[in-house]
C-alpha cells in the first residue's frame, strides 16, 4: 500500500489528470450521445456538429473546475485570465474534433453509430493528450501569481 501512496504522491498531477480526463470524456460523451441517440441525428451535419459543440461546452466547463482545483491546484488570482486560456486552449481542441468528425462521420459517410461511437473515443485521445499538453505549458503553468 506504500507503494501504491508512494508512486501517487510522485505522479499526483499526471494520475490525477488521467482521472478527470476520464470523467471529462465521460461527460462529453454522455452528452453527445444523450443528445445525438434522442434528439439529434449524427447523419445530419449541422445536427451533429451542434452535439458536437454542446458536449464541449458542458465537458470544458467540468474540465476548467476539476482541472483548477485538483489537478493543477492552481491558486492563480487572475481566474478570468486563466479561464479564458483555459477555453481557448480548449476551442484548439473543439476544432479538431469537428475536423474529426466532419471528415470520418460527414464526408467518408461513416455514419452509422457504430462508427460515430469509434471516432469519437479517436478523437478522445487524441484531445486528452492535447489538453494536458496545453494546460501544462500554457493555461496552468504558473501555479500561483508571481506577484
Not at 102 to 110: A, M, P, R
Not at 119 to 129: E, M, N, P
Request: positive net charge; aromatic residues 12%; glycine residues 2%.
Amino acid at each position: 500500500m506504500d507503494k501504491i501512496k508512494e508512486l501517487y504522491i510522485k505522479n499526483k498531477e499526471i494520475i490525477n489528470y488521467l482521472i478527470f480526463g476520464v470523467l471529462t470524456t465521460v461527460v462529453s460523451l454522455a452528452t453527445k450521445y444523450l443528445l445525438l441517440f434522442t434528439i439529434l441525428d449524427a447523419k445530419n451535419s449541422v445536427q451533429l456538429q451542434i452535439a458536437v459543440i454542446i458536449s464541449w461546452i458542458v465537458a470544458c466547463a467540468f474540465a476548467y473546475v476539476t482541472n483548477r482545483i485538483w489537478v493543477f491546484e492552481s491558486k492563480s488570482k487572475k481566474i478570468i485570465l486563466e479561464m479564458f486560456k483555459f477555453f481557448s486552449s480548449r476551442l484548439a481542441t473543439l476544432g479538431l474534433e469537428m475536423l474529426i468528425m466532419f471528415v470520418f462521420v460527414t464526408l467518408l459517410g461513416l455514419n452509422t453509430d457504430m462508427w460515430v461511437v469509434i471516432w469519437t473515443l479517436v478523437a478522445q485521445v487524441l484531445i486528452i493528450i492535447m489538453n494536458y499538453v496545453l494546460s501544462k505549458l500554457v493555461v496552468f503553468k504558473d501555479k500561483k501569481d508571481k506577484e
